[in-house]
C-alpha cells in the first residue's frame, strides 16, 4: 500500500501553508483561502480551506516527516510559532524523533534516522 495523500484543513490555509514552507516543503500548487499542495519524495500534502469539501476531516493524526538534521529542524519549527514537547527522544537503534504542534494545533514528529544521524556527525 502506498500513501496518497495527506491533508489538514485549517481555518487560514496561507498563514499554515507558511509555516511548512519554512520547515522546508515545497509548494506545488496553490489556490489562496482554498488548497495548498505540498509535494515531496515520496508523498504529497495539502493544507485545504475550511471552504473546500474534503470527506471527513482526519481525527486524532500525526504526521511524520523525516529530518536530516534533527536540532535544526526542530529550532526551525519552533521559530516558525510550533510549541516544541519535550526533549528529542532516542529510539534506540532506529533514530531519534520530536514533537510539536503546529500552529493550528495538529501534531507532527520530525525523525531522524540513525543512519542520517550518523552522517551528520
Known amino acids: 500500500m502506498k500513501l496518497k495523500q495527506v491533508y489538514l484543513t485549517a ?19 496553490a489556490d489562496a483561502g482554498k488548497w495548498i499542495q505540498f509535494v515531496g519524495d515520496k508523498s ?3 493544507v485545504a480551506g475550511l471552504s473546500e469539501s474534503v ?15 534533527l536540532e535544526q529542524a526542530v529550532a526551525r519549527a519552533k521559530d516558525n510559532g510550533a510549541e516544541i514537547f519535550g526533549e ?12 510539536f504542534k503546529d500552529p493550528q494545533r495538529n501534531t507532527i514528529q520530525l525523525f531522524q534516522a540513525a543512519i542520517e544521524r550518523n552522517r551528520a556527525e
Do not use: K, W
Open 11 to 29: 481555518a487560514e490555509p496561507e498563514g499554515l501553508a507558511e509555516f511548512y514552507e519554512a520547515l522546508g516543503l515545497t509548494v506545488r500548487f
Open 44 to 46: 504529497t500534502f495539502c
Open 55 to 69: 470527506s471527513r476531516p482526519a481525527q486524532n493524526a500525526v504526521l511524520v516527516f523525516e529530518a536530516d538534521d
Open 88 to 99: 528529542i527522544r532516542h529510539m534506540g537503534g532506529h533514530g531519534r524523533i520530536a514533537q
